[in-house]
């Protein structure tokens, strides 16, 4: 029987091994899938709080889609270990889905993507052709650029010991109809066959259109322009609600207007921007158009108005506390909410820590209130509220993150308990009239500051 033959057969008789190198926000919804799929699932991580958690079928993921799903460990075909050799060696394919973060200068960090490439290739046996998937958002090139010369330096050979393919993941943390199984896929590889072999597999765990686009870098490429979008579309209307309170006008007033014509695309200004992804994707394809020496302009200069939303926000801010007489030496604030996305406990590039950076500057005080989140998510120099309730003498307060819980909070009961009745509405999801009806002065992203 042909290889490609044989590797349906055993994906329609479910004998197929899957493994998943990063078992994070991404990869444990993966293992889950698989196994959902009816797939034998080998979960690998090096974090040893990540695998206690997941052999406890506790969640270690803020996602709340994960809870209650995780496989008991006893099944045989759930297995959750550090060993990427014991994985490698009982799975016929083998998933990446570790980090990609930028550096502290905004570089692409492909640390993770190298070391996870390195310890999974070391596990891999001459003629074993197993196929390494890498489902990390990466810049066009990554794959084969990192993963190649590591593969020649081991002596394994493509097609014959190893293949590598690019699929990159796409679901959404705390959206169930985004979610793993819902979402469509691409992928690339250099070889149409493993390509086709690939898109029977990911056709068992999504319901969704799944697709061979061809070459690896047209995958990646795909992927990360997706996020571009997203940060281009979301600084547009980041940089109108920069300029439209300057001219006495809402920008969600403009926002509504403009949205009734049929190919108007609305985005609502906020805070700034949150997570592993879109605060960050961008960089690689800057990176990447920098190499190539092709000017990436669009792209630097959405992320600038994104990056920098936090601190516009809080030179507002403190321009609010100022004209109410507030001084920023004793000024209280209070952020609800956190996170940098509603209803997940996910704290990553959150913009609530640069916004709370700059006021702290400002010599004002900073408490956060966030239902998802746990006390050590906060930085030191945060005061944590765990009730809110307990939130008294408070100047401001600022819905930081759209968390059904923060939307639905006792209004009058905090008002009574505020020393100003000053609330910013940092993410324009709250009713401001139905609270200037009941005292509160409302300020938000994006409006004018009126007298
Ligand atoms: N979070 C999202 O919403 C999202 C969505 C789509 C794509 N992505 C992309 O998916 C990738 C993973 O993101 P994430 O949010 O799941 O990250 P994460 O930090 O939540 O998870 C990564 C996991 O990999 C583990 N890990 C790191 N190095 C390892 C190694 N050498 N071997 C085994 N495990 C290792 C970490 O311990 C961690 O548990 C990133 O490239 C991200 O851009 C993320």
């Known amino acids: 029987m042909e290889w490609n033959e044989a590797f349906s057969k055993k994906i329609v008789s479910h004998e197929l091994s899957v493994a998943v190198v990063g078992l994070g926000y991404v990869g444990l919804p993966t293992a889950i899938g698989f196994y959902e799929s009816g797939f034998n699932v080998w979960g690998v991580d090096i974090s040893e709080r990540t695998l206690r958690m997941i ?20 099944n045989s075909r759930w297995n959750i270990t550090s060993s990427v050799n014991d994985a490698v060696e009982q799975s016929d394919v083998i998933l990446v889905t570790v980090p990609t973060p930028v ?32 489902e990390s958002t990466v810049y066009p ?8 010369p590591e593969i020649e330096k081991l002596g394994l050979e493509i097609g014959k010991d190893v293949e590598i393919a690019y699929c990159p993941e796409r679901f959404n943390p705390g959206d169930s109809n985004h979610g793993v199984r819902q979402v469509a896929r691409v992928i690339g590889c250099s070889n149409p066959l493993i ?35 997203r940060d281009i579309n979301i600084g547009l209307v980041n940089e109108l609600a920069r300029i439209f309170p300057n001219l006495d006008i809402d920008v969600e007033d403009v926002l509504n207007a403009a949205s009734t014509k049929w190919n108007f695309h609305r985005y609502t200004p906020g805070v700034g921007v949150g997570g592993h992804c879109i605060p960050v994707d961008p960089y690689y394809m800057i990176q990447r158009a920098h190499e190539i020496g092709v000017p990436a302009e669009l792209i630097t200069a959405a992320r600038a108005v994104n990056h920098t939303m936090p601190i516009h926000v809080s ?3 403190n321009e609010i506390l100022y004209k109410q007489g507030v001084p920023a030496q004793s000024g209280k604030v209070l952020f609800l909410g956190w996170s940098y996305k509603p209803q997940v406990g996910d704290p990553r590039e959150t913009p609530a820590s640069p916004l709370a950076d700059s006021l702290l500057k400002k010599g004002l005080s900073i408490s956060a209130w966030d239902p998802h989140l746990q006390s050590s ?10 009730d809110i309730n307990s939130a008294e003498n408070f100047d401001m307060a600022i819905l930081i993150t759209a968390h059904k819980e923060c939307m ?34 409302t300020f938000a992203v994006g409006r004018p500051l009126g007298d």
């Not at 406890?56 to 996602?63: A, F, H, M």
């Not at 930085?379 to 765990?386: C, F, G, H, K, M």
């Open 55 to 74: 052999r406890n079928g506790e969640n270690p993921t803020g996602d709340p889609d994960v809870d209650d799903i995780i496989p008991d460990i006893s």
């Open 103 to 134: 550096t502290s200068d905004l570089k692409p960090d492909l640390s993770y993507v190298r070391d996870s490439g390195i310890s999974i290739f070391k596990s891999i046996t001459k003629n074993s052709r197993k196929i390494v998937v890498l």
């Open 141 to 148: 090139g990554v794959t084969e650029e990192i993963w190649l």
């Open 195 to 229: 390509g086709q072999n690939l898109v029977e597999l990911y056709s068992r765990l999504t319901s969704n259109d799944v697709r061979y686009v061809g070459k690896i870098a047209v995958a990646e490429a795909a992927k990360v322009i997706e996020n571009v979008q």
């Open 315 to 317: 030179n507002v801010i």
């Open 377 to 386: 998510d906060f930085p030191s120099d945060v005061e944590v509220l765990t």
């Open 408 to 441: 639905e909070i006792d209004w009058k009961g905090l008002l009574q308990k505020m020393n100003m009745p000053l609330i910013y509405d940092g993410r324009r999801v709250l009713d401001l009239d139905n609270l200037e009806a009941i005292g509160w002065k």
